[in-house]
Antibody, heavy 122, light 108 residues
Framework: QITLRESGPTLVKPTQTLTLTCTFS??????????VGWIRQPPGKALEWLAL???????RFNSSLESRLTITKDTAKNQVVLTMTDVDSVDTGTYFC??????????????WGQGTLVTVSS | EIVLTQSPGTLSLSPGERATLSCRAS??????VAWYQQEPGQAPRLLIY???NRASGIPARFSGSVSGTDFTLTISSLEPEDFALYYC??????????FGQGTKLEIK
């Protein structure tokens, strides 16, 4: 059974750094083709892809946010960590992590966490 | 940069009717396009990957197709549980990913 779960602060102050952790089970981030990504959704708005890390440590970022994002993995702990620097109120939203199994499912995100709501406010 | 434009923004139909949702890519990034359904307060659910392949457990009334940079999700006969938000997602090896802005499918 594949599960992903996001964890992190629910409230962050403007200009601070947001750190979110995705803890997963039922698959390995050492398997060829597998990746874990982060997606967010401001209240009442569309989904926005943020970043992804692959099994081989290759990384991709949303170009509009790349300067503020870092993504790392800990394969022993089955975790992926996303950091976002210099947050602002526009970064408020639900943050999801999701898995891609690679070419077999067209690199789509097939399993998702339930999401964690982050509010940026002073 | 991948830009996906979904249309219409809102689609009002009745149960039993056919729904056609569109997603147009700004340029040809390939056919790694997926469709998702999202209910309020829930994570998205994968419906279609690689433009036309149904994900595991997805009913046959959902289908996807592509013509050039135009991707289409069709629901052949709407069930009450199909009224939700729908998003397309494009993956490019170099650019990463991008979502469309979504289509709301509502009951008429």
């Amino acid at each position: 059974q594949i599960t992903l779960r996001e964890s992190g602060p629910t409230l962050v102050k403007p200009t601070q750094t947001l750190t979110l952790t995705c803890t997963f089970s039922g698959f390995s981030l050492t398997t060829s083709g597998v990746g874990v990504g982060w997606i967010r959704q401001p209240p009442g708005k569309a989904l926005e892809w943020l970043a992804l890390i692959y099994w081989d440590d290759d990384k991709r970022f949303n170009s509009s946010l790349e300067s503020r994002l870092t993504i790392t993995k800990d394969t022993a702990k089955n975790q992926v960590v996303l950091t976002m620097t210099d947050v602002d109120s526009v970064d408020t939203g639900t943050y999801f992590c999701a898995r891609t199994a690679g070419r077999g499912t067209g690199w789509a995100f097939d399993f998702w966490g339930q999401g964690t709501l982050v509010t940026v406010s002073s | 940069e991948i830009v996906l434009t979904q249309s219409p923004g809102t689609l009002s139909l009745s149960p039993g009717e056919r729904a056609t949702l569109s997603c147009r890519a700004s340029q040809n990034f390939g056919s790694h396009v997926a469709w998702y359904q999202q209910e309020p307060g829930q994570a998205p659910r994968l419906l279609i990957y690689d433009a036309s392949n149904r994900a595991s457990g997805i009913p046959a009334r959902f289908s996807g197709s592509v013509s050039g940079t135009d991707f289409t999700l069709t629901i052949s006969s709407l069930e009450p549980e199909d009224f939700a938000l729908y998003y397309c997602l494009q993956r490019s090896n170099w650019e990463g990913y991008a979502f469309g802005q979504g289509t709301k499918l509502e009951i008429k």
